[in-house]
């Protein structure tokens, strides 16, 4: 099955800095990609996803990469705010008409001090 | 976005009882529903797929009789924790596609079990 490995664990950046947190597959047929955010307590939500067919993916800060060539993909956090502050996870699935089970990544706790 | 609920969002139970948890898309049918289980401090990890209609799928090591799923309906999954411990104090967050092929999973707002 698939594997997805996610680094740092925990990472600290001041405010207004970049933040980035890498991720790698293990299955080659994976073809989506997405990242969630969730708050202490509460449900993951979607922040930025990515298909296979394309290599990177902009939303106003928040950017992901994905090199299929090597299986790994980054969110890129760009002008952090406080808010930001949550722990982060990466994921990855294979779309089928079946729906998408999603393999998740083992978190990465953002912080994002003044 | 869509909306998928989950009822209860916190439950406590003695250990040996058994406890129900629902997963309710509120504005679309889903014909699968996805259970995880996350421990605190770690990630999500999947239990099973529920299959509307059908028979759940299980991931390796997650005991069918113990944590029995139900999809009646495209708007329902239940899962039914059976014979509570206290390893199996945990949350668990159902999420649904909202179609099949978006990618998209939605997420309910998970059931925090503590079990005595």
């Known amino acids: 099955g698939e594997n997805v490995e996610q680094h740092p664990s925990t990472l600290s950046v001041q405010e207004g800095d970049s933040a980035v947190i890498k991720c790698t597959y293990s299955?080659?047929?994976?073809?989506?990609f997405p990242w969630y955010k969730q708050e202490l307590g509460k449900r993951p939500q979607l922040i930025i996803d990515?298909?296979?067919?394309?290599g990177e993916k902009k939303d106003q800060r928040i950017a992901v990469t994905l090199n299929k060539t090597a299986k790994h993909f980054s969110l890129h956090i760009t002008e952090t705010q406080p808010e930001d502050s949550a722990v982060y996870f990466c994921?990855?699935?294979?779309?089928?008409?079946?729906?998408?089970?999603?393999?998740f990544g083992t978190g990465t706790q953002l912080k994002v001090e003044l | 976005g869509a909306v998928v609920s989950q009822h209860p969002s916190w439950v406590i139970c003695k250990s040996g009882t058994s406890v129900k948890i629902e997963c309710r898309s509120l504005?679309?049918?889903?014909?699968?529903m996805f259970w995880y289980r996350q421990f605190p401090k770690q990630s999500l990890m999947l239990m099973a797929t529920?299959?509307?209609?059908?028979?759940?799928?299980?991931e390796q090591g997650v005991e069918k009789d113990k944590f029995l799923i139900n999809h009646a309906s495209l708007t329902l999954s239940t899962l039914t924790v059976t014979s509570a411990h206290p390893e199996d104090s945990s949350f668990y967050i159902c999420?649904?596609?909202?179609?099949?092929?978006?990618?998209?999973?939605?997420f309910g707002e998970g059931s925090r079990l503590t079990v005595l």
């Open positions: 994921a990855a699935s294979i779309l089928t008409g079946g729906g998408n089970k999603l393999t």
């Open positions: 990515i298909r296979s067919n394309v």
């Open positions: 999420s649904a596609p909202r179609t099949v092929n978006t990618g998209e999973l939605f």
């Open positions: 504005d679309f049918q889903a014909t699968t």
């Open positions: 529920s299959n509307e209609g059908s028979k759940a799928t299980y």
């Open positions: 299955d080659s047929a994976s073809n989506y």
